[in-house]
């Protein structure tokens, strides 16, 4: 069973920084939060990840609370490209480790 | 980050028939992983693919039913054997990349419909 506990859909106007809340509880010391979309009839992207520290990339931004029992992923500048199923997943960062999906966040962008 | 491609990218079969999807990577890999994603749901791993030994499947795969090959660092297939209409989804295929936080990347799926 996944580890996470997301919303399980938002909407976001365009040109809105999209916010999107993952609750993961049980998170334990070695484990990393990860995110990926999965765009419409395409394979998950990856986007983003981190331990305790806050992360960003060209993409997004990666805010992990203090007790990093929750985080969220903000899209800066949504764009409709932006519209996806967002999944967030606790994952020990480590070689082979699988990927657990829950139902993910679907995410739309309304023009 | 690796560039996956897959073959077929969509295909539709008769039950009983078997079909092999092919996992192409454009560098070495150390893992390749299969998932599956039925109609509206999210992606379940089916096993693990490693170089030069059996793959390892997850708890309600079996290797009769997803045989698995992975010849080459490059490359992997999966077969899909004895399809039913409940083997309908899309297979994808993933590799993770050690260079740096073991994040992985997804082919662009098979979308298999057996009828």
């Known amino acids: 069973d996944a580890k996470t506990t997301q919303p399980p859909s938002m909407d976001c106007a365009e040109g809105r920084a999209a916010n999107l809340p993952c609750n993961h509880s049980?998170?334990?010391?070695?484990?990393?939060v990860y995110w990926y979309r999965q765009i419409h009839s395409q394979g998950p992207q990856y986007i983003i990840h981190?331990?305790?520290n806050n992360e960003t990339n060209e993409m997004a931004s990666l805010i992990i609370t203090e007790d990093r029992k929750s985080s969220t992923l903000i899209l800066p500048h949504a764009t409709l490209r932006d519209t996806a199923v967002y999944y967030c997943?606790?994952?020990?960062?480590?070689?082979?480790?699988?990927?657990?999906f829950g139902q993910g966040t679907r995410l739309t962008i309304n023009p | 980050s690796a560039v996956i491609s897959q073959k077929p990218s969509r295909d539709i079969c008769q039950r009983g028939t078997s079909l092999t999807i092919q996992c192409q990577v454009d560098?070495?890999?150390?893992?390749m992983f299969w998932y599956r994603q039925q109609p509206g749901q999210s992606l379940t791993l089916i096993a693990t693919?490693?170089?030069?030994?059996?793959?390892?499947?997850e708890s309600g795969f079996v290797i009769d039913k997803f045989p698995i090959s992975r010849p080459n660092l490059t490359f992997s297939t999966l077969t899909v054997s004895n399809m039913s209409p409940e083997d309908s989804s899309i297979y994808l295929c993933?590799?993770?990349?050690?260079?740096?936080?073991?994040?992985?990347?997804f082919g662009p799926g098979t979308r298999l419909t057996v009828t």
């Open positions: 049980t998170i334990s010391g070695n484990e990393y």
């Open positions: 981190g331990l305790k």
């Open positions: 560098s070495q890999v150390t893992m």
């Open positions: 993933s590799v993770e990349d050690l260079g740096q936080g073991y994040e992985q990347y």
């Open positions: 693919a490693n170089q030069g030994s059996e793959a390892t499947y």
């Open positions: 997943i606790v994952n020990e960062g480590q070689g082979a480790q699988k990927l657990v």
